[in-house]
C-alpha cells in the first residue's frame, strides 16, 4: 500500500517517531518510575503516634511498621506531658514513610521542679512572696502556739525545706500563734491525669468540678489541659472546672 505523499517525508516520519517515543516515555514514567521513587515496591508505611507513650510502648509500635525507634538525648520539661514519656516525635503521626525509616523522639521531664525554700522565722508575707519566686503556692496557713518562735513568724513548711517539687506544687505552712486560718488556694492541676488531680485537690480540701473535653494529639486522654480557678487562685466553691484531652 503505497502511504499519502505528506507521510513519505523523512520530516513527518520524524515526528511519527517522535510522537510514538514520547508516549512510551510518557508510560514508562508514570508506571514504573514514578512508583519506585514514591516507594511502591520498598514498602511504606504510616508513622504511628508515639507523643503520650513510653519509650518501650513506642519500640512495640514501631517494630511491626519495620521502624526504627530512636531517642534525643536532651529531654524537655513540660506541663502537658509526664515525665518519661515521649515529649515529640520526628517525623510526625501519620506521615508516610518506607520500611526501615528512624523515628525521632524526645522524652519529657515532666514539669519544672523547684525546692521548698527555708521560710523559717519569716512572716506570713514575706514566705508568700519567696514561695512564688520559686513558682509555688501558699496553700493551707495553720497557726500554732510556740514558746520558741515570736507571733506571726513562720515555723515551718510541708513539704519542709529544701524538698524537691514540681512548681505549682501548694505549700502548707506552720505559723506561729493561736488562731487558725485556712486559705484555699488552687494547686497546679495541668498535665496530671484526671484521677491524680482528684487525688491533689483532696489534699487541698478541694474537689473537682464541671468536666468538658478538647482534642489534643500531644497528649493521653483524660490528661488536665486547663482548669478554672487557675493555680494560685482561690476556689470560693471549693471546686475546680478541668478541660481534659481526648482522642
Known sequence: MKLPGFLQKPFMYGCLFLGIFLLISYFTFDWLIMPFIAGKFRGVVSVPTLIGLSPEEAQSQLKPKSLVYMQDTVAENSQEVAAGLIL????????????????????????????????????????????????LILGEVESI???????????????????????????????????????????????????????????CGLKVGELSYKSNRKTLPQTVLDQNPAAGKEAPTGEVKLVLSKD
Request: charged share 25%; hydrophobic share 35%.
Open 88 to 135: 515529640s516525635q520526628f517525623p510526625e503521626s501519620a506521615s508516610r514513610v518506607k520500611k526501615g525509616r528512624r523515628v525521632w523522639t524526645k522524652i519529657s521531664k515532666g514539669p519544672k521542679s523547684s525546692a521548698i525554700p527555708d521560710i523559717r522565722g519569716l512572716s506570713l508575707r514575706q514566705a508568700e512572696i519567696m514561695l512564688q519566686q520559686a513558682g
Open 145 to 203: 502556739q510556740s514558746g520558741d518562735v515570736p507571733d506571726g513568724a513562720v515555723i515551718g513548711s510541708i513539704p519542709v525545706a529544701e524538698t524537691e517539687v514540681a512548681r505549682g506544687t501548694v505549700v502548707k505552712i506552720k505559723l506561729s500563734g493561736i488562731h487558725r486560718v485556712t486559705q484555699t488556694a488552687v494547686p497546679q492541676l495541668q498535665g496530671l491525669t484526671l484521677s491524680e488531680a482528684k487525688e491533689k485537690l483532696a489534699s
